[in-house]
């Protein structure tokens, strides 16, 4: 990624209320859900994106090995996909 480019940073704040900006790096659909893949500088989290009323709202996934997996499968996908 080029470093002259604008990203888009969501806040997220955890159970404790501790807040950290992440970088939205990627959004992407797998199995009929839409993702947010989010990064801070050593830490990258997958968030689910759902829909209500026509605002999109992030939702984090409590299971480690689904985001893992989730992950995992979108690592794979830009690894193969076609080079422009």
């Known amino acids: 990624m ?5 990203r888009d940073y969501v806040t997220i704040e ?3 209320g501790n807040r950290k900006d992440f970088a939205v790096e990627a ?3 797998m199995e009929d859900e839409s ?3 989010l990064a801070a500088e050593n830490e990258t989290i997958v968030m689910k994106v759902e ?3 026509g605002n999109q709202y992030l939702v984090g996934i409590s299971d480690p090995l689904k985001s893992q997996s989730i ?3 979108y690592q ?3 690894e193969h996909a076609p080079k422009e």
């Open 2 to 6: 080029m470093q002259d480019e604008i």
């Open 14 to 16: 955890d159970e404790k």
């Open 27 to 29: 959004l992407f659909d």
């Open 35 to 37: 993702y947010a893949l």
């Open 51 to 53: 829909e209500e009323e």
């Open 71 to 73: 992950l995992d499968a």
């Open 76 to 78: 794979i996908a830009v």
